[in-house]
């Protein structure tokens, strides 16, 4: 399945990125690679239901 992730840039330096079809699902990193890693590894985890 394809997600759209969308990379903001944070305030204090770093990145942070969130999956607007998951609800709250969001995470961060100093670099752009480091953000896309992290939100990449949360985004492929299981769904509970």
Known sequence: MKLQVVVHPAE???FWTEIP???GCVSEGETFEET???ITAYSNKPLKR
């Open 21 to 23: 079809a998951f609800a």
């Open 12 to 14: 204090k330096g770093g």
């Open 36 to 38: 896309l890693l992290n």
